[in-house]
Nanobody, 122 residues
Framework: QVQLVESGGGLVQAGGSLRLSCAAS????????MGWYRQAPGKQRELVAR???????NYADSVKGRFTISRDNAKNTVYLQMNSLKPEDTAVYYC????????????????WGQGTQVTVSS
């Protein structure tokens, strides 16, 4: 059973940086995309950034130029480097695995991590 474990959230002042990590436990042979979503209080969950199996990335307009998503295939880990953080980046950040194969099976339902809180003070 694959699980996603996030780490790296916390409290930071505006203009600061944080790096989130998402490690997938278990063996993943192939996946469609891994990414980060966030949900602020009273708002819908939104895509922040994701990376596809071929290496292509896409970002929400609000984070372009400030956030960078990367991955370490050997560690089954995805990172989100967040720079120049703003108070409006405050949210719970969720790791997402969208379509993957493990143990000889293909899983089409998305897998979510438990979430990590990011709070940016002004």
């Amino acid at each position: 059973q694959v699980q996603l474990v996030e780490s790296g959230g916390g409290l930071v002042q505006a203009g600061g940086s944080l790096r989130l990590s998402c490690a997938a436990s278990g063996s993943i042979f192939r996946f469609n995309a891994m990414g980060w979503y966030r949900q602020a209080p009273g708002k819908q969950r939104e895509l922040v950034a994701r990376i596809f199996s071929g290496g292509r990335t896409n970002y929400a307009d609000s984070v372009k130029g400030r956030f960078t998503i990367s991955r370490d295939n050997a560690k089954n880990t995805v990172y989100l480097q967040m720079n120049s953080l703003k108070p409006e980046d405050t949210a719970v950040y969720y790791c997402n695995l969208d379509g993957y194969s493990s143990g000889g099976y293909w899983y089409s339902s998305p897998l979510w991590g438990q979430g990590t809180q990011v709070t940016v003070s002004s």
